[in-house]
């Protein structure tokens, strides 16, 4: 697969794989408070990288991947 477009994508390259990183980290309701916090400053950059974090395999417990996505309603976490 071709991640160059990656850069421009949500985070940035590197911003993407550290907030998947951090929230590795974190409990389930750490990650979910975590999730709600970046989707409600910039939902635009959010959900480019939720995307991202699908097609790489990232977080596949929260989102799931591209072939099996798992819901989630942001406002409700």
Do not use: H
């Not at 390259?13 to 999730?35: H, M």
């Amino acid at each position: 697969m071709n991640y160059s477009w990656r850069e421009n994508t949500g985070y940035g390259d590197w911003g993407n794989t550290a907030k998947i990183r951090r929230i590795k980290e974190k409990s389930l309701e750490e990650q979910k408070a975590y999730i709600k916090e970046l989707w409600q400053e910039d939902p635009e950059k959010y959900y480019e990288w939720k995307e991202y974090c699908m097609d790489v395999g990232g977080l596949p417990d929260l989102f799931g991947t591209p072939n099996n996505p798992i819901p989630i309603d942001e406002s409700k976490l």
